[in-house]
């Protein structure tokens, strides 16, 4: 408590550091090897394994945007091609499309579900229409049957955003396991398990992987882990393309293999408090985040995301300043790609062609779903909402 008797400031995220981590952290420095080495090796081949799949090949990254740039590189995106994706996203997923000289193409979203249009998406496929990129909005599955259908008729490759999906599954399977070019994950700060800053693209195909683990080290053509614990050690090297600096490093590693052996249990956390949420709140004028379509299936709960229905009386921001008076961080998730002034501009957008995005980030506010939140921390959120409500 501060000394003005006030609650202590309750932040949108915080992460969940246990002293494994912390102790793996420490023999990582202790070990000398401090950069990508043994520890991003071994949390490679824990990621694959946690997937569960034989022959997936698991590429530690720097973040999911270097995920994606690097999955969409391998796959030969450049000028003169589209990719597809939603307005609904952070930029990060359209914006690695630019890097390549391509251009992105954005369609608006499932106001229901809050991801991608699919109809809209296959109807936006063009000639020109390389990829198209599903972003698992909050946590919840995009619909990765229909996805499939749609690029095996029209011939184009599928690169998942999958930054909000770990542990998510669609008809039992999990995120990173259906039939994708390239599935990419991140370990950011407020992420379901972190590695501070970190990622891990994930793929069937050998020569997409070859080329990324090649382009995330500038283009050198061994790993300097390999270079450098040979038996006979080997100072020779060559470039082969114009590679990026997108390699994890051991100390990141050392924090993804503990948070991943956590990740069920994380998952469970953050389901128990949604639905200490979900039956707090359900009598108010809110639309509640949308539940995974198919029994049985699992929402990581990365975000818990509220609109406000028509008959709310009160705007967004007003309810977000009720929680902020209250000392309470929230945010929103997110400003539509349509209304930033780069996307915008360059492709002539306008809040028209985009109406659910539009009306839901009017509505919407993020509150705050963490693990290392109790009940108690659960029910002062909620008495701030009734309150804004005038419920309380």
């Given at each position: ?12 995220a915080l ?6 981590e912390?102790a793996?952290?420490v023999?990582t420095?202790r070990?000398?090897?401090v950069?990508?080495?043994?520890k ?14 034989p022959g997936l090949?698991?590429?530690?990254v720097?973040?999911?945007t270097?995920?994606?740039h ?5 796959l030969g995106?450049g000028p003169?091609d589209e990719v597809i994706?939603?307005?609904?996203t952070?930029?990060?997923t359209a914006?690695?499309v630019?890097?390549l000289g391509a251009?992105?193409k954005l ?5 229901a579900t ?14 020109k229409?390389?990829?198209i990129?599903?972003?698992h909005?909050?946590?919840l599955?995009v ?5 499939q259908a749609?690029?095996?008729k029209h011939?184009?490759k599928?690169?998942e955003?999958a930054?909000?999906?770990l ?8 995120i990173g ?5 390239a599935?990419?994950f ?11 800053e ?7 195909n050998?020569?997409l992987?070859a ?7 500038h ?16 100072w020779?090297?060559e470039i ?6 997108y ?6 590693a050392a ?6 052996q956590r ?17 707090a709140?359900a009598d108010?004028?809110l ?6 379509v198919h029994?049985?299936d699992r929402h ?10 028509d008959e709310?009386?009160?705007t967004?921001d007003q309810?977000i ?7 309470i961080?929230v ?14 501009d ?13 009306l ?6 993020s509150?705050?779903?963490y693990t290392?939140?109790?009940d108690?921390d659960v029910?002062r959120?909620?008495a701030?909402v009734?309150k804004?409500?005038?419920?309380a």
């Amino acid at each position: 408590m501060s000394t003005d008797n006030k609650p202590a400031f309750l932040p949108f995220a915080l992460p969940e550091i246990g002293e494994e981590e912390i102790a793996e952290v420490v023999d990582t420095l202790r070990s000398g090897w401090v950069t990508t080495g043994p520890k991003a090796r071994k949390f490679e081949e824990a990621f694959g394994a946690f997937l569960g799949e034989p022959g997936l090949h698991c590429i530690a990254v720097n973040s999911a945007t270097a995920g994606l740039h690097l999955a969409l590189e391998a796959l030969g995106i450049g000028p003169g091609d589209e990719v597809i994706t939603t307005t609904h996203t952070f930029t990060a997923t359209a914006e690695v499309v630019r890097y390549l000289g391509a251009d992105v193409k954005l369609v608006d979203i499932d106001p229901a579900t809050l991801n991608i249009d699919l109809a809209q998406l296959e109807a936006a496929i063009t000639p020109k229409t390389k990829a198209i990129m599903p972003v698992h909005y909050a946590g919840l599955a995009v619909d990765m049957d229909a996805v499939q259908a749609i690029a095996r008729k029209h011939g184009v490759k599928v690169v998942e955003d999958a930054a909000h999906a770990l542990p998510t599954t669609w008809r039992g399977k999990l995120i990173g396991l259906h039939d994708s070019d390239a599935i990419v994950f991140s370990f950011y700060a407020n992420k379901t398990m972190t590695t501070g800053e970190g990622g891990m693209l994930v793929t069937r195909n050998a020569e997409l992987a070859a080329r990324a683990k090649v382009m995330r080290l500038h283009g050198i053509n061994r790993d300097a882990f390999d270079r450098f614990t040979a038996k006979v050690p080997s100072w020779y090297y060559e470039i082969v393309a114009p590679g990026f600096k997108y390699n994890l490093t051991d100390i990141a590693a050392a924090l993804g293999l503990h948070q991943l052996q956590r990740i069920e249990g994380f998952q469970h956390k953050r389901e128990h408090l949604a639905q200490r949420f979900d039956a707090a709140l359900a009598d108010l004028p809110l639309v509640l985040p949308p539940r995974p379509v198919h029994a049985g299936d699992r929402h990581s709960w990365h975000l818990y995301v509220v609109r406000l229905k028509d008959e709310a009386g009160i705007t967004r921001d007003q309810l977000i300043q009720q929680l902020f008076a209250d000392g309470i961080g929230v945010s929103v998730h997110y400003i539509p790609l349509h209304l930033h002034p780069y996307w915008r501009d360059r492709y002539d957008l306008q809040p028209e062609q985009f109406p659910h995005s539009q009306l839901a980030y009017e509505r919407m506010v993020s509150l705050p779903l963490y693990t290392r939140m109790t009940d108690a921390d659960v029910d002062r959120v909620v008495a701030s909402v009734r309150k804004a409500f005038g419920r309380a």
